[in-house]
């Protein structure tokens, strides 16, 4: 994995400054500390930089970027990793293409000029994001993988289109001025953001499984996007009449496939693991597939309701595994959080990120780059509860009324401790949604119930701004619609699910931006594409099976997992909130204190200070409830996480910022 940075000028005689280029780089260079490189291009208007984590062939010379054709026609950076690359190579080499390297990352390069983007985009396995140049075309292509495990952003200013691997890359540029909108605002706030937005305005994503075409035409850029990939599930009447078996087998086949390829590399590979079937389930084939023991990495609470270690180290004995336990105490979340919201780049709803982001760097002290993980398999089977409400309330058809209520009701005490933030107090709906595709979804729900906190507590005239806002008709506009019509209730949540909170907040503030932020590559066997399309034709029913999510993973994973794993529910990964116990509350207090005070909100005038220190006053009082506390827990977490984000990119000057980091690592032109 590496970072990547760049900028198209709309007029091609405007030269891009090397020393800019190397400042968005150098600004990233968490993402790839073992090399650098550049190129600007008189007369194209053009230029690219890159920062390189070596994971495949670790030769710093070879592995530089960007990669240029032989015949200087196209022009590369790359980041993420191609796990079929050696078969595209030979492939390639016995039609006559010549290599440089052994990267992975070429290849990308040799596809393109001979395929076309679209093409070759979708040959790609993997987790990528890539700018490449036809300097023949004069056009720019930005490309990112199938669910956006790598982040791949972009924005047009009056110079031209800057794009980069993060936010902090792009505000490098001193065009660019980051600015927040009502709207943004209040997304970041509810935490499902409208999909390709970020939380600052013109600033975008490029979407998932699209490809962003750039073309310059009399110094103006023609800017379109097409799709290459999405996820597809069963039609109703379509649906396989296929036996469990079939699925089992399918599941198995596809699963230890993914993961073989993800261990490719020429580093060690270790595997993150919690207490759930989703983690326990890559490493026990990741043993089966390794010929020494692997290292694990598993982090523990303070707090018992939260902790899945036992859990976690269950798995890990079966498998003989070296294990690296990290207990985190609260105090150490709350001391990394503001930096933690640096690298998110985005509002996080708990501590779960600074947890991840805290272990990360035990991780590469460790001497590990690269890591298994579990994310995607609550997504793909149906494993979070509120994909089981979805299914009791709007699955079933109303078969039998008792029987669904009783279902929904242990549902509810199941997850008492979610109760308030994964999962809503009240039913409530957005108008927008449930004319579209027909209900709105649990997940959706829950955030919904924040509406009426998050516009009491924003500026008055940004809050005025939002009257009559739909956020879920926002949402499901930038959705395909036609992926959802004719689907089963639990598809349709799944697939809304998988286009805003998996890319918006699993695999960015859960994911991506805090591994990287030390320089650990996370790779998700569960999200290769292969497997999730065979996952997509598996029957509701398989999925959630009467009480049991996931069941269909559960039955082909059996043999491997300890039965106290294969019985558990779904726990989703959290850590400790502010009220889970007195000390921690004073250590978010300190936060509180320091970006939540009348001075600062008042600088920012994103809050309405009164409005925000009724909110912290009332999460104070001990007479509330426990779901009204997880509610506040969250929203407080948010005006943080967004107070920091203000702090960091809009009340500093990042171009500064940039060019200070590159004079720090030597980056410097001449």
Known sequence: MCGIAGVF???????????????????????????????????????????????????????KQPYISKDSNYYLVHNGETYDYQKIR???????????????????????????VN??????????????????????????????????????????????????????????????????????????????????????????????????VNNSIEVSEEKYWDISFSVLDKSSTEDEEYYIEGIRENLINAVQLRMNSDVPVGCYVSGGIDS???????????????????????????????????????????????????????????????????TIDNCYAVAKYIMSKKVYEHDYKVVLTGEGADELFSGYPFFRQDM???????????????????????????????????????????????????????WLQYDPLVTKIMDKELSVSLKDYDAGDAIVDALDLGKMAGRHP???????????????????????????????????????????????TIPPNLKINGTTEKYILRKAMKELLPKKIYNKQKFAFMAPPGHSKPTNWVFMKNLTDRFLGKKILNDSGLFDHKEVKKIIKRYEDPTINFSCKAQLDTLINNALSVQILHHYFVSKNIPKLAYMKAQELGWLVG
């Not at 390639?92 to 076309?116: A, N, R, T, Y």
């Open 9 to 63: 000028n709309h007029c091609r005689n405007n030269y891009v400054e090397e020393q800019l280029l190397i400042n968005m780089a150098a600004i990233q260079a968490h993402r790839g500390p073992d090399g650098y490189g550049y190129i600007s291009l008189k007369n194209l208007g053009l230029g690219m930089s890159h920062v390189r984590l070596a994971i495949i062939d670790l030769d710093i010379d070879r592995g």
């Open 90 to 116: 030979a492939q390639l080499s016995v039609v006559g293409v010549k290599f440089e390297s052994k990267s992975d990352s070429e290849i990308v390069l040799h596809l393109c000029s001979k395929l076309g």
């Open 119 to 216: 093409r070759a985009a979708r040959i790609l396995r993997g987790e990528f994001a890539f700018a490449i140049y036809d300097k023949y075309e004069d056009c720019l292509w930005l490309v990112r993988d199938r669910f956006g495990i790598k982040p791949l952003y972009w924005t047009e200013t009056h110079d031209g289109i800057i794009f980069g691997s993060e936010l902090k890359a792009i505000f490098s540029h001193p065009s660019t001025q980051p600015q927040f909108t009502g709207e943004l605002l209040y997304h970041q706030l509810i935490q499902v953001i409208i999909p390709g937005t970020t939380a600052f305005k013109g600033v975008n994503q490029v979407n998932p499984g699209c490809i962003l075409k750039c073309k310059r």
């Open 280 to 346: 326990c389930s890559i490493l026990g084939i990741a043993s089966e597939l390794s010929q020494t023991p692997l290292k694990t990495f598993t982090i523990g609470f303070d707090s018992v309701e939260y902790d899945e270690t036992q859990d976690a180290l269950s798995m890990v004995h079966k498998t003989d595994a070296d294990p690296f336990v990290l207990n985190i105490q609260s105090e150490h979340l709350y001391k990394e959080y503001a930096k933690t919201i640096w690298h998110t780049e985005r």
């Open 392 to 446: 009791y309330k709007y699955g079933l058809n109303n078969k039998n009324p008792k029987k669904i209520q009783k279902l929904l009701n242990d549902l509810e005490k199941q997850n008492e401790i979610f109760k308030g933030c994964m999962f809503s107090c009240n039913a409530l709906s957005s108008p927008g949604i449930e004319k579209k595709i027909g209900f709105t979804p649990s997940f959706f729900q829950a």
């Open 490 to 536: 639990l598809d349709k949540a799944q697939y809304m699910w998988i286009k805003t909170m998996l890319e918006g907040q699993i695999l960015t503030c859960g994911g991506d931006r805090v591994d990287m932020a030390n320089s650990i590559e996370a790779r998700p066997p569960f999200l290769d594409h292969h497997l999730a399309e065979f996952a997509a």
